[in-house]
């Protein structure tokens, strides 16, 4: 595993990292301002927030559309667009577009952030990401403006504000709401809830596989085999999503609700689970095998390149399919087709590992530290939500329309913040910061075969 940290490079996983917490310091302080909010809002709270909308995440401590003004929610905005693009490519793009050539080192950072290791032309990825999503986000907002002018009646000024806004925080991923409720005053809406979950799902695919997909459709070559991991695994996971929670909510939170919406309701939070954070139904009703399930869906997370967090779906595809191969006599471990590396085999458990180890110390702190009366499952599930950059949560006792880290102190809230920073940034690159660069032993011990198992 050394060997993998080692190929990858220290100096630019720590800038990046300097990067997301300057941009959420400088959050902090705008909604800090007087004019950003409504009521008292102490440090930690305004450190959570930024580092919520900055991370893509969505779960609050205040009240969204009450406690923050316009210009608090401007800030939100700008926060959430520019955590869910990455500021690396905002950086490149400017960099572009004024003629200045990009440096070695910016491409290395925009490489991390991303995940990826071989493009060809920083620029032109850039420029794609931008491409793609003003695209979708404005087609996003003209439907959802549709809606919410036309038929809820709301006036001009609230149907385009709560359209861009919900149409950003779908396809970045952020969960964070213009209503209190987040979307259950609309879990029978098709138009609404569809074009929320299609904006979640395109986020959550990443931009290489929405470019992938556009060019194979333009020039009429086949799609790569990553996006043919994501696609399949996504797929997978929200059809499971579906019919695991239909099952375990049909004769409780479901009971007396119509099979269509039922199943409109399970198909939203199957895509909602591993990504984003709005919710058509209470997540405190969900039975607790529900809510583990759901757990379970927002530790895989997203995908490479997408706007969400997690271990990511190509992890978890070859997790399962390394550990088929472990008990069978073939060495190979195989995808459609094509004999996987080592190196991506290593990666994949080292990034389970690391990501299960961070997420148990973080869960030891939290039961220790949070005199909650009540399910320790909820606190489970906020940590991995966190984790995962979701947003769901089992919510507040006390602050009506809050996540449950409304009740934590100071300690527990910053766990958490600590926690989102980790998978937005991703496990692997966190590692890569916290590993010093070493050389490479030239001594070869002799082989050790002990008892496993």
């Not at 991923?173 to 879990?187: D, H, P, R, V």
């Not at 490479?304 to 088929?324: A, D, E, N």
Request: net charge positive; charged share 15%.
């Amino acid at each position: 595993m050394a060997d993998i940290i080692r190929k990858e490079g220290i100096k630019p996983v720590r800038v990046l990292i300097t990067g997301y917490i300057v941009l959420i310091a400088i959050g902090t302080i705008l909604l800090l301002l007087p004019i950003s909010h409504n009521g008292m809002f102490s440090f930690i709270d305004a450190v959570f927030t930024s580092a919520s909308a900055v991370c893509v995440t969505g779960l609050i401590v205040k009240d969204t559309p009450v406690f923050f003004t316009p210009f608090g929610k401007a800030v939100l905005l700008l926060l959430i667009q520019i955590g869910g693009i990455g500021y690396m490519s905002i950086i490149t793009l400017f960099a572009v577009l004024i003629g200045r050539k990009i440096t070695f080192q910016e491409e290395l950072m925009i490489k991390t952030s991303y995940n990826h290791v071989s493009m060809d032309d920083i620029g032109k990825f850039a420029l794609s990401v931008l491409k793609w999503t003003v695209i979708v986000e404005i087609l996003g907002a003209i439907i959802l403006f549709s809606r919410f002018y036309l038929i809820y009646k709301f006036d001009l000024f609230h149907s385009f504000s709560k359209s861009i806004f919900h149409s950003v925080s779908s396809f970045c991923n952020a969960g964070f709401s213009l209503f209190s409720t987040s979307m259950k005053e609309y879990y029978n809406d098709p138009i609404i809830v569809g074009t929320i979950s299609l904006l979640i799902i395109l986020g959550g695919l990443g931009f290489f596989v929405l470019r992938d997909i556009y060019s194979s459709i333009l020039k009429k070559h086949r799609i790569t085999v990553h996006s043919k991991i994501v696609l399949s695994t996504t797929l997978l996971l929200i059809v499971t999503g579906i019919i695991a929670i239909l099952a375990m909510e049909n004769n409780s939170s479901l009971i007396n609700l119509s099979l269509t919406d039922k199943v409109f309701i399970s198909f939203f939070q199957s895509v909602t689970a591993r990504t984003a954070g709005f919710n058509t139904i209470s997540i405190s009703l969900l039975t607790n095998g529900t809510l583990f399930f759901i757990i379970i869906l927002m530790f895989i997370g997203a995908s490479p390149g997408g706007t969400g967090g997690g271990i990511k779906t190509t992890t978890f595809s070859v997790l399962i399919t390394g550990l088929r191969k472990l008990v069978s006599k073939d060495d190979r471990v195989d995808l459609f087709k094509r004999n996987l590396s080592i190196n991506s085999i290593n990666r994949a458990f080292f990034i389970f590992t690391i990501s299960l180890m961070f997420v148990v110390i973080s869960l030891l702190l939290l039961l220790a530290t949070q005199n909650l009366q009540g399910n320790a499952l909820n606190i489970v599930f906020e940590e991995i939500s966190a984790f995962g950059t979701v947003g769901l949560s089992a919510g507040s006792k006390t602050i009506a329309n809050t996540s449950l880290s409304a009740d934590f102190n100071s300690f527990g809230k910053l766990i958490i913040v600590i926690t989102m920073l980790f998978g937005k940034i991703g496990p692997f690159s966190v590692a890569l910061a916290l590993v010093e660069k070493g050389k490479k032993s030239k001594i070869q011990y002799p082989p050790l075969e002990i008892i496993i198992g």
